[in-house]
């Protein structure tokens, strides 16, 4: 939608334009995306049919929402989306401070500049991201980095400290008519959290010695773990049950979810297969469910994004150690993502120094489902043969993948190794190596072959 042209009240008083609060908007908006069958949250998986229809519910209600769940299950994600909610373009009196519409001023100075100018009073346009702010809650925010101060300038410049346009307003008056977003707000400290009752009430601000009595047209959207009511902090009482909803969140139950947001977040530098990105979901989902990790932390999603990334600089840095001209990711690059994510994971106290066995262990279980998932039904039997007769398989990180296929046991007229490429969709010579090598796993891990690993190679035999 092109910004459009009105330029005065005048303006946009005669081109029919109505004014709506931010609720009234979200929830047009929101029924009509609905009614048209379009998604109003993009890029969002795994809530479909439990976060989601909490969430519409509570957005049709007007209701101000906090987001309880475990870190890097998409809570910022999903408050983000909310702007997309908004109308696109929405009018301000040109100059506000806080952004009020030319319909309904609520400050002192645009009461009195829209008394002067009548419809010549001259507006601009706001696009919907600028109507979404965000606060990540600290220890040490303030009231006036909240709501607002005095500000000594003004003061400085003549006016009478009991001028309320000595006022420098904060983040949540700056979101008038938009959407006010708080980030872990257990961390903020309860007398900060005292000062957003009446925001999220009476819908007014209290500076200082001030009362105004600003109407604020601000929906207010929160996150929180669930762990931070009696670890850093809590939410207080009375601001607890000015929410009008409370929604739990959580990671994905289903694997295609946990996949499609490892696909979606994650910035990968090198061609990374659809196997290696199912085997970290399958890992990232056991760890969750594992009793040794420390599911009160839990296994954040970021935990899975980083391990794909961390796969693919592996497949890179061997491309370019090696000479390869296309940089493909093996199995045996998941080594490599275990070694640097162990940091990521909170054991339970009583695994102490089984931190590493744990991960392990857990990463063959992975594989092999991996493995059952996709080649169950081909015959191994002629690989299994040549292998215990005494060939041997080479691979690891100093090992391209022309060097993996070179190093295959011959199989006469078989069609094996073009039946596992074909199962993982493999066409290259990068591909094709990383399913092979797949399936020589698999082999391992259901004790058909042997493995050893050492110098940077991994021998099948």
């Known amino acids: 939608m092109m910004r459009p042209t009105a330029a005065t009240v005048g303006e946009l008083r005669a081109s029919g334009h109505v004014h709506t609060s931010v609720r009234e ?39 101000d929402i906090v987001l309880l769940g475990e870190r890097g299950q998409g809570k910022t994600r ?37 008394a002067d100018e009548g419809d010549d009073l001259p507006i601009t346009w706001r696009h919907r991201d600028e109507r979404y702010v965000e606060k990540l809650a600290t220890p040490d925010t303030s009231v006036a980095d909240l709501i607002g101060d005095v500000d000594p300038m003004k003061v400085a410049e003549g006016r009478a ?25 257990p961390d903020l400290a309860e007398r900060i959290q005292v000062a957003m009752l009446n925001v999220m009430e009476e819908r007014d601000i209290q500076i200082r010695g001030y009362v105004l009595r600003l109407p604020l047209d601000v929906l207010v959207v929160a996150t929180a773990n669930p762990e931070d009511y009696t670890n850093r902090g809590r939410i207080i009482t009375p601001l607890k049950d000015r ?71 592996s497949a890179l840095h061997r491309a ?46 992975a594989t092999a489902e991996t493995v059952r998932a996709h080649l169950t039904g081909i015959d191994f039997r002629l690989l299994v043969e040549a292998i215990q007769g005494g060939a041997m398989v080479t691979t690891g ?29 493999a066409t290259n010579d990068g591909e094709r190596a990383a399913a092979i090598e797949l399936a020589l796993e698999g082999l391992y891990l259901s004790r058909r072959i042997s493995k050893e690993s050492g110098g940077g190679e991994t021998i099948y035999g």
Do not use: C, M
């Open 25 to 63: 908007e979200i929830r047009a908006n929101l029924l009509a995306a609905l009614r048209e069958g379009r998604d109003p949250w993009p890029g969002i998986h795994g809530f479909d049919d439990t976060v989601i229809p909490q969430l519409e519910r509570a957005l049709i209600a007007g209701h």
């Open 78 to 114: 999903l408050l983000r989306t909310l702007q997309g909610l908004l109308d696109e373009w929405s009018p301000v009196i040109d100059g506000s401070e806080i952004g009020e519409h030319p319909f309904e001023p609520i400050t002192v100075a645009s009461k009195r500049r829209a």
């Open 161 to 185: 400290l009991g001028d309320p346009e000595t006022i420098h307003f904060g983040l949540v008056p700056r979101g008038h008519r938009g959407i006010v977003a708080i980030n872990e707000l």
């Open 243 to 313: 929410f009008g909803a409370e929604i739990r969140t959580h990671y994905p139950t289903e694997l295609k979810d946990e996949v499609a947001v490892i696909r979606q977040e994650a910035l990968l530098h090198a061609v990374v297969p659809d196997h290696l990105i199912e085997i970290l979901a399958r890992f990232t989902t056991a760890l969750r469910e594992s009793s040794s990790v420390d599911q009160r932390s839990g296994v954040s999603a970021r935990f899975a994004i980083a391990g794909a990334e961390t796969v693919a600089a």
């Open 320 to 365: 370019a150690r090696q000479g390869e001209h296309e940089a493909v990711a093996r199995p045996v690059d998941l080594e490599t993502a275990v070694d640097v994510l162990a940091g990521k994971i909170e054991f339970e106290s009583g695994e102490e120094g089984r931190e590493d066995e744990i991960l392990d262990h857990l990463l063959r279980l």
């Open 397 to 425: 990180e100093h090992v391209t993948a022309r060097d993996v296929l070179e190093g295959l046991p011959p199989l006469g007229e078989s069609e094996l190794y073009d039946d596992i490429a074909n199962r993982l969709n």
